[in-house]
């Protein structure tokens, strides 16, 4: 753990009212072993610009048009031969 993040995290366990930052952790654990505490760890999705919506759109419809040349594969296998030759 780098030393930086266990510095801020000793100061926010403080904040919060424990003694240490192996409080937190304990009275976490104690939690979550109980099913007490149910984690969820989610990422805020990601938003292409207007400029990468309007590119990708294009490429979208030649690949529809049949403009774009593609192939298509049925099992991973085969693709990562192509891939691979």
Known sequence: MQKS???QAEAAA????FSSLQE????LLQKFASK???INVA???E?????????????????KTGKE???PFTNVDDMMKYLNS
């Open 43 to 45: 990422t805020q999705e």
């Open 24 to 27: 937190v952790i304990r009275v």
């Open 14 to 17: 403080r904040f919060q009212g």
């Open 36 to 38: 007490e505490l149910y």
């Open 69 to 71: 040349k593609t192939i």
């Open 47 to 63: 938003r292409l610009s207007q400029k990468a919506e309007r590119r990708y759109a294009k490429i979208v419809d030649r690949i």
């Open 5 to 7: 993040l266990r510095e």
